[in-house]
């Protein structure tokens, strides 16, 4: 098993990434919106969307060319 730790932080990296890999981790970037928000509400309404925006071209059929 191999592993890389590099960091992701938007859904192209994550779509690039997620064409070779079983899976991406992003915490550090959750952290960060978690950090700037103002609010509780609006940190947990900003790592839901953050989560769905990455989530989005991962779901895609796999183009592995």
């Known amino acids: 098993v191999r592993s890389w730790q590099l960091a992701f932080d938007t859904a192209e990296q994550a779509e690039r990434i997620g064409r070779y890999a079983d899976g991406v981790v992003v915490g550090s970037a959750i952290v ?6 103002a609010s509780k509400t609006t ?20 183009d592995r060319s």
């Open 32 to 37: 960060d919106r978690i950090e700037g928000a």
């Open 43 to 62: 940190a947990i309404d900003d790592v839901a969307s953050f989560i769905a925006e990455l989530k989005a071209p991962l779901r895609k059929p796999a």
